[in-house]
């Protein structure tokens, strides 16, 4: 059975209903709890650092432990591609709050850092399956827009992690571990609407495992009989003989070093300098920690927001180019402020947290956008685990570097890998906005 086709039409050009919906708040529920998890762990670790010794190796590796384990990405969507999407995303995250109440049980450093690991191949479910899920469930028009404002919700839960870690007091050496507990709170939310709603499989992967007939009585109870999988031709075969390999080949080889390398150069200054807020604003001296963290929380969702209104207006070269290119400068400038005021510390670190956070919006439509259809699940994979050892690498280090030279040399380091970012996209990004691709 080569070819199947019938007069159903298109479920991808199907109006959104109650399914679309359903699917979109699982997901949205899941980027929330993951920021949350990722977030929580600076606040938890410089609450850490009053009561108890950790060095600057231990509060590196614990900050960087989730980063690390989302790294499977790769590893993740392949097992996706065989057992399918629902499965997957039903129960990782109550494996997620699970793991994180197990912070409530230990205060041995290695032990957290292997629970991290943990809660990270929980997150890599939620960043690869629920963004794949998503994508081929939503109408076409939809997928695109949608896939692009999840980093809103990502970036709202990364937020509200440092509002709670911060204001959570009281209970001395046990309270770094109660604040690394609460990242249960999200997934459990996120796992309890999954098992009240639950997540229906994939169309297109019931149909890509010849299960076309499946797949077409599913959209049909959940859409309507007249919606379908109109023409399937089953192009998977090509897809599962495609080695790793090809990513490194002539043809693939600049798209692959593009979009990984972008994402992790990215990755590195954001989340090093994000998840450990507390202690680079100590170490700029500014006394007022919850004020200045919100400010600069404040900036990060203003950048996610003005990167999702511009993200179509400009060339994606443009926007990669200047945007890590400002970045960069702002904060090597930041640098140089040791005697500035702080409230113009402030406003420099406000305007870096904005202009960095837009540049967010791209991680999940690029990377996308530079692999065809026959190795893009197997392109975006790769881009992702690359970006999280980029994104675990700037978490590790920027609290030794701080250790060693001062806020001062991790901004100036986080500076040079921002505008190496720009040098990189300058010379080697490939033009991908359809209204920008010179004809």
């Given at each position: ?5 019938t007069d159903?039409q298109?479920y991808?050009?199907a109006?959104?209903?109650?399914v679309?919906?359903?699917v979109?708040?699982a997901?949205i529920?899941?980027q929330i709890a993951c920021?949350?998890s990722?977030?929580?762990?600076g606040?938890?670790?410089t609450?850490?650092?009053k009561?108890i010794?950790?060095?600057a190796l231990?509060t590196g590796l ?7 384990g ?5 590893l993740?969507?392949r097992?996706s591609d ?7 995303l ?6 997620l709050?699970?793991l994180?109440?197990?912070?409530l049980l230990t205060?041995n450093f ?10 990270g191949l929980m ?5 690869t ?6 994508t081929e469930?939503?109408p076409?028009?939809?997928d695109s ?7 809103i919700?990502w ?11 911060s204001?959570?007091t009281g209970?001395?050496?046990?309270t770094?571990?109660i ?5 249960s709170?999200p997934?459990?939310?996120?796992a309890v609407f ?9 169309p ?7 299960k ?7 959209i049909?109870f959940?859409l ?6 109109p023409?399937f031709?089953?192009?998977h ?7 790793w390999t090809?990513?490194f080949?002539?043809?693939y080889?600049?798209r692959?070093l593009v979009?990984?390398c972008f994402?992790?150069?990215?990755a590195f200054?954001?989340?090093g300098i994000s998840?450990?807020?507390p ?6 001296g500014?006394?007022?920690e ?9 900036g990060?969702?203003i950048g996610?927001?003005l990167g ?8 994606r070269r ?5 945007n890590?290119?400002?970045?960069g400068l702002l ?5 140089f ?7 113009a510390k402030?406003?420099?670190f406000?305007?870096f947290?904005i202009i ?5 919006v ?5 990377p ?6 026959s190795?893009r699940?197997t392109?975006?994979?790769t881009?992702?685990?690359i970006?999280r050892?980029?994104a675990a690498a ?7 570097l701080?250790?060693i030279g001062?806020?001062k040399l991790a901004?100036?380091v986080?500076?040079?890998v921002l505008l190496a970012d720009s040098l ?6 490939p033009?991908?906005s359809?209204q920008?691709?010179?004809?």
């Amino acid at each position: 059975m080569n070819n199947i086709k019938t007069d159903k039409q298109n479920y991808k050009k199907a109006p959104l209903s109650k399914v679309h919906l359903r699917v979109l708040i699982a997901i949205i529920l899941g980027q929330i709890a993951c920021g949350f998890s990722l977030g929580i762990s600076g606040t938890a670790l410089t609450n850490a650092s009053k009561y108890i010794p950790i060095n600057a190796l231990w509060t590196g590796l614990i900050g960087a432990g989730a980063l690390l384990g989302l790294s499977s990405s790769m590893l993740i969507g392949r097992l996706s591609d065989k057992i399918g999407r629902s499965r997957m995303l039903m129960i990782n995250m109550y494996l997620l709050a699970v793991l994180t109440l197990l912070h409530l049980l230990t205060a041995n450093f290695f032990l957290t850092f292997l629970i991290r690991i943990g809660i990270g191949l929980m997150m890599a479910v939620d960043y690869t399956v629920g963004n794949s899920l998503l994508t081929e469930w939503l109408p076409k028009g939809e997928d695109s827009k949608q896939q692009s404002h999840l980093l809103i919700f990502w970036s709202i839960g990364f937020i509200a992690a440092y509002l709670t870690g911060s204001s959570l007091t009281g209970f001395g050496a046990f309270t770094w571990r109660i604040i690394l507990a609460t990242g249960s709170i999200p997934a459990l939310i996120a796992a309890v609407f999954r098992s009240c709603f639950p997540l229906p499989p994939s169309p297109s992967w019931l149909a890509s495992k010849g299960k076309v007939k499946q797949a077409n009585f599913l959209i049909g109870f959940l859409l309507g009989r007249k919606w379908g999988i109109p023409h399937f031709k089953h192009q998977h075969k090509v897809s599962q003989n495609i080695s790793w390999t090809i990513l490194f080949s002539k043809k693939y080889l600049r798209r692959t070093l593009v979009g990984g390398c972008f994402y992790a150069l990215q990755a590195f200054s954001f989340f090093g300098i994000s998840i450990f807020l507390p202690i680079l604003l100590q170490g700029m001296g500014v006394t007022n920690e919850a004020v200045s963290g919100i400010i600069y929380n404040l900036g990060m969702i203003i950048g996610v927001f003005l990167g999702t209104l511009i993200f179509d207006k400009i060339s994606r070269r443009a926007f990669l180019i200047s945007n890590f290119s400002i970045s960069g400068l702002l904060i090597g400038f930041l640098a140089f402020m040791t005697k500035a005021p702080n409230a113009a510390k402030l406003v420099i670190f406000s305007l870096f947290a904005i202009i960095l956070s837009a540049g967010l919006v791209l991680d999940y439509p690029y990377p996308t956008e530079l692999f065809d259809v026959s190795i893009r699940g197997t392109g975006v994979g790769t881009c992702i685990t690359i970006s999280r050892i980029g994104a675990a690498a700037g978490t590790f280090l920027l609290p030794i570097l701080t250790n060693i030279g001062g806020v001062k040399l991790a901004m100036l380091v986080c500076a040079v890998v921002l505008l190496a970012d720009s040098l990189l996209c300058l010379f080697w990004a490939p033009e991908t906005s359809p209204q920008f691709i010179k004809k």
